[in-house]
């Protein structure tokens, strides 16, 4: 098991960055693939980026390629989302979670974080 806690969210301006953090306690870290997810007000968990367990291969939803970038650090059990050139439509409550698969499916997810909150302030 793996236990995941998001940070970096905040108050930011269109088309500013903001780097989010996800840290991860337990032994088994690099087994998993990892990956973020986002929830805003009234809208359903949809799928951002996704990240094999030794960082080989990286997904995106279409909405956020060329603009964000997810990275991880087995070392620092820690997986990243770089986020560039925001967009209102980013507000959001992001979330981390660990899969055995490599996958944009939420439902093969088993672990997850409690969520930061990004807000757009334009």
């Known amino acids: 098991q793996v236990q995941l806690v998001e940070s970096g969210g905040g108050l930011v301006q269109a088309g500013a960055s903001l780097r989010l953090s996800c840290a991860a306690s337990?032994?088994?870290?690099?087994?998993?693939?990892m990956g973020w997810f986002r929830q805003g007000s009234g809208k359903e968990r949809e799928f951002v980026a996704t990240?094999?367990?030794?960082?080989?291969?990286?997904y995106y939803a279409d909405s956020v390629k060329g603009r964000f970038a997810i990275s991880r650090d087995n070392a620092k059990k820690t997986v990243y989302l770089q986020m560039n050139s925001l967009k209102p439509e980013d507000t959001a409550v992001y979330y981390c979670a660990a899969s055995r698969l490599t996958t944009s499916d939420p439902g093969e997810y088993t672990n997850w974080g409690q969520g930061t909150q990004v807000t757009d302030s334009s």
């Open positions: 337990g032994s088994t870290f690099s087994s998993y693939a």
């Open positions: 990240i094999s367990w030794n960082g080989g291969s990286t």
